[in-house]
């Protein structure tokens, strides 16, 4: 994965702890959707690492997953050192190179259209599964109509 310098041309958005219920319900949907694991895995707004270290608790009856992390905080990516398998890349994922690997990810919601477009080239490019929370109201904008329904919807409507 390639390594970026810890300042950047934008600036570090809003920081939203994904809360471990739902990633725990994000990660049972996939495994009941038969969708792989163990398996290598990124987070490209990786945070202090909340939800990598919710879908490990989730899963450790189905195996040891690979985590690869990229965060534009610096502070934040240090947190999270912890709670992947490689080093978390420190600067801005939508202009890094992102690592083979599923996506799974929580992205500012400010960032969403950026981190989709993204996200749906890199599973085209390397059929890969893409995970993202997403409000429900992000989809029914009009100018996202042209963007490919998800494979599953997972709608949580206790999220904040």
């Known amino acids: ?23 725990r319900a994000a990660a049972l949907f996939m495994v009941r959707q038969m969708i ?22 989730t899963h450790e009856m189905f195996g040891e997953s690979l985590w690869h992390g990229i965060e534009i905080d610096a502070d934040r990516a240090a947190e999270s050192q912890g709670e992947v398998d490689t080093d978390v890349v420190v600067g801005d994922a939508l202009e890094l190179e992102w690592p083979v690997a599923h996506v799974f990810t929580n992205p500012p919601f400010a960032l969403l259209d950026g981190f989709m477009a993204k996200a749906l080239a890199h ?8 995970v993202m ?28």
Do not use: F, N
Request: with cysteine.
């Open 1 to 23: 994965m390639q390594k970026a310098s810890t300042s950047s041309t934008r600036k570090a958005w809003a920081y939203y702890p994904t809360p471990d219920d739902v990633t």
């Open 36 to 57: 792989l694991w163990p398996a290598e895995w990124l987070d490209p707004a990786a945070g202090e690492g909340a939800l990598v270290r919710a879908a490990r608790a």
């Open 123 to 130: 599973r085209e490019q390397h059929a890969v599964y893409v």
């Open 133 to 160: 929370l997403t409000p429900t109201c992000w989809w029914q904008a009009e100018k996202r109509a042209h963007i490919e329904a998800p494979d599953h919807v997972l709608p949580l409507s206790w999220r904040p």
